[in-house]
């Protein structure tokens, strides 16, 4: 066994409420205590909310039967797959997400990334929030609370935050110790009402419709189904990064894709079968008419609870992505000010109403981006076999080697225009059409074609480079570099705030 996997093995657990020391900085390799147990827990945890609900929903009302929606939902979750091999590059890059992927598209490059990032992040933790804050309100008059009110409905948002926050500003041992706990009740609450339901299902119901417009239809219904795992790309490998460098990458891409998109699964189930028996245009009503009363209540606490499990490593995330837009704040500090503006937004989406329309439209077109930037930059994870210099990272000025043309990769950028491009032409979405897509009577193929087509874009351009003696013996540095590696956090800031 390696000295610095036995080493980080040995290592002392973090406490889970203790303010975690680290932010956008590297992980010492004697620090990497998490476990794939753990990792397990928590993607398993943070899978089970009510999105992956709503996605098996979409597969019925756009008239398939519930064999056809089914296969979509399986389909659309084997993106998993992709997102588990993502993952590996959390440990091996020891740093966040929006961190080693200046490697990809140059530090300068890379901040439209952040920005867009960062935004959306903020759009999930309001739209998490809604969602939890709307099922507490519905599960108020199940125990007797009639018309709760709008007070009700702000300390509710107000509530959410502040469990959020609360977990997410302690850090990563704190998310590990509530989504432990989260996972199993969650799973056991969905697989009961799952349970309960599944006799009543109508597996043969559904429009009548030729092989052909089934076809389309199913390519829509896998394409909003695989925006489930995708939406993961651009912060899911962070939180991994206490897992040991040397753990294999096997191990880490079965055991995500099999917790995540096991759970994934299961609940695209549950809402498809819910949507066969029952009205779910409000995923959150619906389900009353199908349910006996204790169990539609069990149902709320879990879409409250499955909510919360998801936004605590959301708004985590989004304290990494500002520290790497430049914010020169703390992890702990930048986590709270992600928190407050997140509860500035909800808040005002619930008052204005009509904003939560462009809020959820935005959210649903990232995956134009999104699929394309996974593309980029595992690709170039590969290609430099999973080795990023710590320090060089953190290096904003031309004396990095990450720096490349004026502090960007231009091979970056041209793959992930490539892909999105082929996305926009390819996708069918309920408030936009691609060419391709209506040329070939409504099949969207974008969910197949966008990643692999950057992916493909990034190797051409870049292998020679990346696989050069030069990049080797780069590489070879980098790995031996990681293992003496013990910046903080602090001076990774003023490194930064001196190189920018």
Not at 453 to 467: D, G, I, N
């Amino acid at each position: 066994m390696p000295s610095e996997l036995a080493t980080s093995a040995a290592a002392p657990q973090q406490s889970a409420f203790h303010v975690e020391k680290h932010g956008f900085d590297f992980i010492p390799l004697n620090e990497r205590t998490m476990t794939l147990r753990q990792a397990a827990l928590f993607w398993a945890g943070t899978q089970a909310n009510f999105v992956p609900v709503s996605l098996g929903v979409v597969a019925v009302t756009l008239g398939l039967n519930l064999w056809q929606a089914l296969i979509s939902v399986i389909i659309g979750c084997s993106f998993f797959a992709y997102v588990g091999v993502a993952c590996v590059a959390g440990p091996r890059a020891g740093v966040p997400t929006l961190t080693f992927t200046r490697s990809a598209f140059g530090p300068k490059g890379n901040q439209p990334n952040v920005a867009l990032t960062w935004a959306a992040l903020v759009a999930f933790e309001a739209l998490n929030t809604i969602l939890a804050a709307l099922a507490i309100l519905a599960f108020l008059p199940v125990i007797g609370i009639a018309d709760p009110g709008r007070t009700t409905e702000v300390l509710a948002v107000l509530a959410v935050i502040g469990l959020s926050v609360a977990v997410a500003a302690l850090g990563h041992a704190a998310m590990i110790w509530l989504q432990r706990i989260a996972a199993v009740i969650l799973v056991v609450a969905l697989i009961l009402v799952l349970a309960t339901t599944l006799g009543g299902a109508h597996w043969a119901d559904g429009q009548s419709l030729d092989t052909g417009h089934v076809l389309a239809l199913m390519t829509v219904a896998i394409a909003a189904n695989a925006s489930g795992p995708l939406a993961y790309l651009f912060c899911s490998p962070e939180w991994f990064r206490y897992l040991p460098r040397d753990v294999s990458a096997r191990k880490v891409s079965w055991t995500l894709f099999a917790s995540g998109g096991g759970v994934a699964v299961l609940l695209g189930l549950l809402g498809a079968e819910l949507a066969s028996q029952v009205d779910m245009s409000d995923p959150l009503a619906g389900p009353k008419d199908a349910l006996p009363v204790a169990i539609y209540a069990v149902f709320l606490l879990a879409a409250v609870l499955g909510t919360l499990a998801n936004n605590v490593p959301t708004l985590y995330s989004a304290g990494l992505t500002l520290q790497a837009l430049g914010v020169p704040i703390s992890r702990f500090f930048a986590t709270v000010l992600n928190a407050v503006i997140a509860a500035g937004v909800t808040l005002w989406v619930l008052a204005s109403g009509g904003f939560l329309d462009s809020l959820e439209t935005f959210a649903s077109l990232l995956v134009v981006w999104l699929g394309p930037f996974g593309g980029v930059y595992v690709s170039d994870a590969i290609l430099r076999r999973w080795r990023w210099d710590p320090s060089d990272l953190h290096d904003r000025s031309p004396r990095g080697q990450y720096w490349g043309h004026s502090g960007w990769n231009i091979a970056g950028w041209i793959a992930l225009g490539s892909g999105m491009l082929t996305t926009v032409v390819t996708m069918n979405s309920v408030i936009y059409v691609g060419p391709v897509a209506h040329a070939l009577g409504g099949t969207d193929l974008s969910w197949l074609l966008g990643l692999p087509v950057s992916a493909a874009v990034y190797v051409a351009l870049s292998a020679t480079r990346l696989r050069s003696p030069d990049a080797e013996r780069l590489g070879v540095a980098a790995w031996h570099k990681q293992q003496t590696e013990h910046e903080s956090e602090a001076e990774v800031l003023a490194r930064e705030r001196q190189s920018s």
